[in-house]
């Protein structure tokens, strides 16, 4: 049983924007804060911000400005809108909920 699914990773210029989507089960959706994670080529998975069911959001500060974290509670759904994308921002991306991980989404940032 899916519990998380990440959708909307494509390959994106610098500069650029794109918006990936967390479809959660109801369950989790409404009970649990989910988070955004993302894990670069080679390096430790990490924690790029967070959405509670209130909808209070949190971000490190390495996206803070650039990564909006957003709901849809009409959807189970929650959004990562990353603006001014750098190719640094390369990553799979993987939301996380009631201690679930989703299979992730590949965000590629290249000319």
């Known amino acids: 049983q899916v519990h998380l699914e990440e959708s909307g990773g494509s390959l994106v210029q610098p500069g650029g924007s794109l918006r990936l989507s967390c479809v959660a089960s109801?369950?989790?959706?409404?009970?649990?804060?989910i988070s955004w994670f993302r894990q670069p080529p080679g390096k430790a998975r990490t924690f790029i911000g967070q959405?509670?069911?209130?909808?209070?959001?949190f971000y490190p500060d390495s996206v803070k400005g650039r990564f909006t974290i957003s709901r849809d509670n009409a959807k189970d759904t929650v959004y990562l809108q990353m603006n001014d994308l750098k190719s640094e921002d390369t990553a799979v991306y993987y939301c996380?909920?009631?201690?679930?991980w989703g299979q992730g989404t590949q965000v590629t940032v290249s000319s």
């Open positions: 996380f909920g009631n201690n679930q």
């Open positions: 109801r369950s989790i959706f409404s009970s649990y804060p």
């Open positions: 959405i509670t069911t209130a909808g209070t959001t």
